[in-house]
């Protein structure tokens, strides 16, 4: 059974920083791409940034390029999303997920997404 349990959120000023983890079980994390995505109150879930499978690609929403890292850490099944210059609009409820298939690029698309944790509430305080 595949499960994917996120920590890390919590409150922070606007401007500060954070980093959010996920750990994996269940599958060989190693050969799948990982994902971040938010929901704000209100909002559709969407698409955060990325990473595939070998690590060697990355994407990132625009809203968060240049602010937002993410990165992987195979010995230890776990993806981290490093949170920089936060803004009051980062303020969401951050899903990790595992790509549906082995073996491939990083993906924007929920669709291929197939496992998702429970999700880390992030509130960025103005």
């Known amino acids: 059974q595949v499960r994917l349990v996120e920590s890390g959120g919590g409150l922070v000023q606007a401007g500060g920083s954070l980093r959010l983890s996920c750990e994996a079980s269940?599958?060989?994390?190693?050969?799948?791409?990982m994902g971040w995505f938010r929901q704000a109150p209100g909002l559709e879930r969407e698409f955060v940034a990325a990473?595939?499978?070998?690590?060697?690609?990355?994407g990132y929403a625009d809203s968060v390029k240049d602010r937002f890292s993410i990165s992987r850490d195979n010995a230890k099944n776990t993806v981290h999303l490093q949170l920089n210059s936060l803004k009051p609009e980062d303020t969401a409820v951050y899903y990790c997920?595992?790509?549906?298939?082995?073996?491939?690029?990083?993906?924007?698309?929920?669709?291929?997404?197939?496992?998702w944790g429970q999700g880390t509430r992030l509130t960025v305080s103005s």
């Open positions: 997920a595992i790509s549906r298939h082995p073996y491939r690029d990083y993906t924007r698309r929920a669709l291929e997404y197939d496992y």
């Open positions: 990473i595939s499978w070998s690590g060697g690609s990355t």
């Open positions: 269940g599958r060989s994390f190693s050969i799948y791409a």
